[in-house]
């Protein structure tokens, strides 16, 4: 209800503020019997964490996970699987210029309007480092759903679109370059660009795009649990996400029917996927895919002028180590999103019929 | 659980098949002592319902909603508000040539996979006539909501795309045509063009953009459950939805953060609003809007091949009475869900601080 | 969150007043499949409806139940069960004098203060009339789990205790008396005694026992939503209830361990079954077997002192047609509700392992 | 939905193993603004820690609770209060001999059935230690209900009965003995009667009393969500919980409708209670007051029979350190489960009119 569990039978909660002892969750609802890849668990936790290349944020965090419950001898038990991560590298004091400051942008006008008071050290829960417990958690989702494929990349940095369809590109390159664009000349643009505009003690948005591969035909609960409603939730919950779509998406919009419809094959698939594998809110096996708008991120190395807590203007610059552009980042964290949903949706549709 | 549900305080309950007796729905949590305003119930039904004009579907369905409970002598009193619409003017015959026949691009194929089993008859549960239950809830959570405005119009139309921003606009013009397009000039070549269309047989897809006006700062429950990310979810929902975006949208991610920042005023408002109304998921108090992306309906009046449940190859051609474009009939609907969500989210931010 | 609720995945929502148009109630997740009795639904809803015997309310209430979605030839579709109850023989009039007076212990003066209004007619939504919406959402539920019996009886009416275990008792006997209770000469005792209650203008309260048999080992999730946990509270929620025990229960308390621990056979039975088939929550294959205590109904046939909603004291006297005692309709009840929990957690524990 | 969480607004999740690293939960939705108490915290701890005193069990646990979010200079921020406690004294191999042994009247083999694997070291998520948890969770919704008072104490050890209605008594008495009855005498036989127990290596029932006073009216949600129902779902989940009656009880079964009527005062108060404080699931006004009935331990210091996972007769003893009776301690864990349901009805309640 307040808003910090997320899915129905496969549920995270999560807690914690960037600059408190720890961040951490509760997985509730993992069937037993799951035998964990604790490997692959780090391998998506480093893909996300700050300071794993040079057009990312500096910051220096292990991001460790450590599993508290609902795991015996390496497997699933059906208990809670609590979890926490430590912040280890807090620099608290980073922040103090920021304690009766609203940054422009930023939701320390709204959590103080909303509650009255609010953790100000890194955006306290607001933050982008709640995303940590949900990578940890997708990369459970994922191990859950073996055959199911979920690959996101960076499709857009500011005015540089990746243009190409993704059966055009080869999903191997994603995590060759630090930018995690499919297109490798690309990618390089967009590498530089990202490094100029931090020069430039700016930001900028970018776009994600995700594609679900082996989906089982059923998953989405109809009418309002909608397979792409659920994505969409997911994706707009990630912070700094401004628009969802999937399948033909907004230009679908200028087609006519004629255009638009997927004709069948005889075998159930169809010629041409304007549907992006989803009818009436359920998966029809053919492949899902989406894009995600980012918006540049809101702390900036150069001067600002804003307002206190006081009502009164203040000039402000970002402190501390920041990501000129957040999607290089959020690729795992959008992959999660999308794991969690497709893990609570399978379970669900185990109860379609008798 | 099984995806009939919305909203945790506020609670819609949906039930009903296009061809059956009635549908209906159960609102739950509507707080006591709200007296009803039945006309403006009806006028929102009216402004959904078939048969309103003549670029929309030639059905005639009255569409009354028979109130069983919840409200004693005009005034909600705390007990679920049950409802029905009578289906009064079902061809169910129109029909039968779809029983065993998958149509192009609808969920006959995967409610059939999902199901085993489905009531064809017009789309059954899969059909949009399932939204009038959500604009009668809607409607009462307008009137719960009495200080916030909630205004939806068509922005798009094919490749028809009204460019002014909202502000520009005058609300008053949009129930003046039958596109409710805000602008009087484009609502005439969108009307237009849709005749053209419905003439080929065809369909076209459209936008519909929503304005929230007056909300109170401080709605929305980060961090899964941001304001934006129900909205998203809620327009999601909607059939034929293929994407949402709201403030600087997919635009934005195509701008520098110097460029997208909102400063402040002294007061707490800011000079620009590309945020839309929301910052780290909850409302700032400045206007929310979003776009809703329709894709093309996928009932054509045309012959298009198809396969049937025994995966042969058919040929089939829409009949009954359908709407060439979607989205004139849509911007009761975008603004029945939008209210729903400030409504449940209204209601839990009473609990948000002592 | 609005209480009118029960469920998770096999979710009854029920609405209604007792003299409203109709009462009704919804039924989301039931998985499709199932093929439905109509005949078994009926025979529940004549257990439970008014002017069965000469022991109960007199009034007649055909209580039909309309399904107007979710069924599809009979059969579910795993579309919400959409169904209403019209109330067809409200003597509102009968209650013109209670419209300004609070009934004594009733919940006349609960629904005044905590909503502000009430609809006063046959004490409205805190009517037991809205059991019969459970009752015919139980059916479907037992229908759905074609290996559990479920069996309720009347063990107690006012002093009248039938000490046998139910394990001694001849089930088949329940239906044929009045009282429905399991052995007939206790039968014929307690039905004298209501009837000179009845004579007396008085009532009395009473006791069901529930025996729940075939059940699999597994059913129940710990460790708030304990099986037993979950069939308190659905018995708690019916009107009148006072108090619920399972297994070994308030006796139960006065013994040792060494007593009451249930010893393994070495198929995993248990050689005695104080446990009353249930261990940590969750079901161990033996039978399930629980009390449920009902208060007398607070309607008398006699003068009582009372006060109004101005606080003043005035005399009242019970009009219209009321139980001198539930417990003989409060048979399918309990059943039904047990039916309703036992669904749901048969459809969860899907889930509980790989 | 896997059963960790309870409560709808104020919501607590809790995780972890008997003898894990930690367990912990998380509490969503407690407003912002409330200065916590954390000694009164950890007196709530205290009273339920193993070794208090010399009939409980012998284990040495700390039981800190560290908080890990949620708190910003002692005040609760509206954000997730997570928090752990760790398990510093696990003795593991006190445990082996259950490795693959099922103790009668455990949850070992209804664990085993329905996961497929179970974490057997102090019966793991089985254990009574999860309840920490909620009286850590309790502790601050008794600190949100400030006015209300929640008061337990042990009214039944085995035979031995307290008969004297909670009017007659001294609460101050309760934490003046280590049984934590009411009754000064009463509390001294009890004491005898434990060490006797403990001494024959065996282990006895007994029952616990709760009285709520200053309640407002209007908390609880009709018609599933009764107070009452949530209170006895709230302490049926609580090992080794066989009952539940509140107000007037089982007992109330056997009085007359003439009798059992609470009569108006002109206040609105009743000249007597056996409704307990609630109609129609909605507090009255009056003192809330239920018994809790407690079955015996099922761990025994004595030989019993049993059988392994394979189904063979295998003889064992209880190992380790464990409570004669478990009613003194559980004392605080019913105080912590009524404060969780009044925390959620009283938040839930804020909604119920305009």
Known sequence: MAGNSF?????????????????????????????LDFEAIETEMN??????????TQRKE??????????FEGITTGT??????????????DYSHIKDTYRPSHADYTYDKKYGIRDHRGGGRSSARETACRVAAGAIAK???????????????????????????DFSEIEKNPVRCADPAMAAQMETYIKEIRKQGDT????????????PVGLGEPVFDKLHAELGKAMLSINAVKGFEY????????????????????????????????????SNGEDIYFNVAFKPVATLMQK???????????EMEGKGRHDPCVVPRAVPIVEAMAALVLADFWLLNKNAKL
Chains 1, 2, 3, 4 share one sequence.
């Open 80 to 93: 809670p699987i609590g979890f926490i991560i430590v912040n280890a590298n807090q620099k608290s004091k």
């Open 204 to 215: 900028v948005g970018g776009m994600v795009t995700c594609v679900i591969q082996n989906v």
């Open 62 to 71: 292990p991001d460790t996970v450590q599993f508290l419950s609902g795991i």
């Open 247 to 282: 399948g033909s998406g907004f230009e679908g919009t200028q087609l006519k029917g004629s255009q638009h419809n997927d004709l069948f094959n005889e075998d159930g698939s169809t010629t041409t996927n304007h549907s992006g594998g989803i009818q009436g809110g359920i």
């Open 143 to 169: 191990q859950l759903l073996k055959e199911i494929k979920i690959t996101a990349y960076v499709s857009g940095v500011g005015e540089l679109k990746l243009e190409k369809d993704y059966s055009e590109l």
């Open 47 to 56: 893909r996300r964490k700050p300071g794993q290349s040079a057009i990312v």
């Open 304 to 314: 600002q002028e804003t307002i206190n807590s006081e009502g009164e203007k203040v």
């Open 7 to 35: 899915g129905s039978i496969f549920k995270l909660t999560t807690f914690g503020e960037s600059h408190g002892e720890a961040i951490g969750g509760v997985i509730d609802g993992c069937p037993a019997g799951l035998k």
